[in-house]
């Protein structure tokens, strides 16, 4: 029997959701996404003579007495042993608070980085609390994050606070009514010019629109079409690709589990995606 190639990739489970906002949030089942998604990533691949890229190392560390400090630093621990061992890193959620986490993890390991970013919101809110909100507010006070490397795409329901940031440090937004007037390859030329490697990828499910992707803790209308996810992010899978994540899913939300299936399918594709290709753009 021929010896399998080494994976690529260490993927963690983060069952957690932790930082959820009751007071935004339509559900906060999303601790129950990272085995939702496994088991949605078996029943469309097991059996089948696919290549799987990932080795599943299982779930971080959560509780319910946890902190969100606490949190972050057992992402931050498992992210810098992946990294450590000259892995690509996969993290499956939960709650988008996380990122921070492997975000330091990041910044530590690999220096200054970019950061392609799929969400309904900016995560930017300027609070002190640590919150799925404030993500990347924290990433960039933090200097973690650079904000001019920052490419949102799918933004589109953003407070005050969060566009006073954007006008003040000027990331790169592409809404997705943008992508529609600029199709997908002008929209990529744009995130390739303000994207330098290497590259991480945060994808919140609730960036694909709610009618193809309901099973979301924040759903907002007229979203991404999965296609346009998937094509974008794909064009930075290639050897420059630190790692990615797909976050808040929420099972009791998801009609016929179809927001699920798209989060296997792009699990799949995007690890599978740095196999097969050095440059998909």
């Known amino acids: 029997m021929a010896q399998q190639p080494e994976k690529k990739f260490w993927l963690y489970g983060v069952p957690s959701h932790i930082g959820t906002d009751p007071l935004t949030s339509q559900s906060s089942d999303s601790h129950l996404g990272p085995s939702a998604i496994r088991a949605a990533y ?5 059996g089948y003579n696919i290549p799987c890229a990932f080795e599943d190392q299982g779930d971080v560390k959560t509780g319910e007495e946890q902190t969100v400090e606490e949190l972050l630093e057992e992402i931050e621990k498992q992210a810098s042993k992946a990294l450590e061992n000259d892995k690509k890193l996969i993290f499956l959620g939960g709650s988008h608070t996380f990122t ?3 975000l330091r993890a990041v910044k530590k390991h690999c220096g200054d980085f970019s950061l392609l970013y799929f969400d309904a919101h900016p995560d930017l809110m300027p609070e002190e609390r640590i919150y799925y909100g404030s993500t990347l507010y924290h990433a960039a006070e933090e200097k973690v994050l650079n904000p001019e490397r920052i490419g949102f795409v799918g933004i589109r329901q953003i407070e005050e606070e969060e566009q006073a940031f954007i006008e003040q440090h000027h990331p790169l937004v592409i809404s997705p009514l943008e992508i529609t007037r600029l199709g997908l390859s002008a929209s990529l030329n744009k995130l390739k010019d303000v994207l330098p490697p290497p590259y991480y990828i945060s994808i919140d ?4 629109d709610p009618s193809l992707a309901p099973g979301v803790t924040t759903p907002f209308p007229l979203g991404l079409y999965p296609r346009e996810v998937l094509a974008l992010a794909l064009a930075f899978c290639n050897e420059h690709l630190i790692g990615f994540e797909i976050v808040e ?13 798209l989060a296997a399918t792009l699990l799949q594709e995007l690890s599978h995606g740095c196999i097969t290709s050095k440059d998909n753009s």
């Open 42 to 46: 078996q029943s469309l691949f097991e």
């Open 100 to 102: 921070l986490g492997s």
């Open 249 to 261: 899913h929420s099972p009791k939300r998801d009609v016929q589990n179809s927001t699920v299936f």
């Open 205 to 208: 499910l609730d960036g694909i």
